[in-house]
């Protein structure tokens, strides 16, 4: 069935950067828009970033922008989280999910855990 | 920003009961809201978009309702496998996507 793999994660010192990405198979990778959320330790979701199907709009959390970079490659079926300057409230499980329409996600992946922490 | 607002935190029930979980939006979002639930060391997984429309495979058990910015989440008879947090989200005005908090049901 559909699937979405991320990977990446770690534990990284505050103020480094991490690259995470979102591996998709069983769809049309390029019809979709796709999605960052994260789940700090304990806590609800929180959306992080957007990407359109084509890579064209991109649009961003508060909490992340300007330090947090979302990409994609069709011709390779990958998302990609670049995430700079990070901060100890950056700790969570990141997820890629994908839009079906508008802004609901049929299909997550399992997540990857990003650790800041020196 | 539109803020979600879930209640109650926490809902205990027994195998077999009804349970109803609420969920309040801000301003208006018309019927653009999904649920997810979500277990412990998994993803969340898709209940219902459009407020009420259940995604595929999901039991007939599970409904939403409402609109504008009163909605409810109803797990007719709860079974084992139903005990996890429930998520809302709307998705009428972003970004930002926002989310609620969260309702846990747990085992009377």
């Known amino acids: 069935q559909v699937q979405l793999v991320e990977s990446g994660g770690g534990v990284v010192q505050p103020e480094k950067s991490m690259r995470l990405s979102c591996a998709a198979s069983?769809?049309?990778?390029?019809?979709?828009?796709l999605h960052w959320v994260r789940q700090a330790p304990g806590k609800g979701l929180e959306w992080v970033a957007a990407i359109s199907y084509d890579g064209t709009e991109k649009h961003y959390a508060e909490s992340v922008k300007g330090r947090f970079t979302i990409s994609r490659d069709n011709s390779k079926d990958t998302m990609s989280l670049q995430m700079d300057s990070l901060r100890a409230d950056d700790t969570a499980v990141y997820y890629c999910?994908?839009?079906?329409?508008?802004?609901?996600?049929?299909?997550w992946g399992q997540g990857t855990l990003v650790t800041v922490s020196s | 920003e539109v803020v979600m607002t879930q209640s109650p935190a926490t809902l205990s029930v027994s195998p077999g009961e009804r349970a109803t979980l609420s969920c309040r939006a801000s301003q208006s979002v018309s019927s653009n809201l999904a649920w997810y639930q979500q277990k412990p060391g998994q993803a969340p997984r898709l209940l219902i978009y459009g407020a009420s429309t259940r995604a595929t495979g999901i039991p007939a058990r599970f409904s939403g309702s409402g609109s504008g910015t009163e909605f409810s989440l109803t797990i007719s008879s709860l079974q084992s496998e139903d005990f996890a947090v429930y998520y809302c989200?709307?998705?009428?005005?972003?970004?930002?996507?926002?989310f609620g908090g969260g309702t846990t049901v747990e085992i009377k």
């Open positions: 999910a994908r839009d079906v329409y508008g802004g609901w996600f049929d299909t």
């Open positions: 989200q709307q998705y009428d005005n972003w970004p930002p996507l926002t």
């Open positions: 069983r769809f049309t990778f390029s019809n979709s828009a």
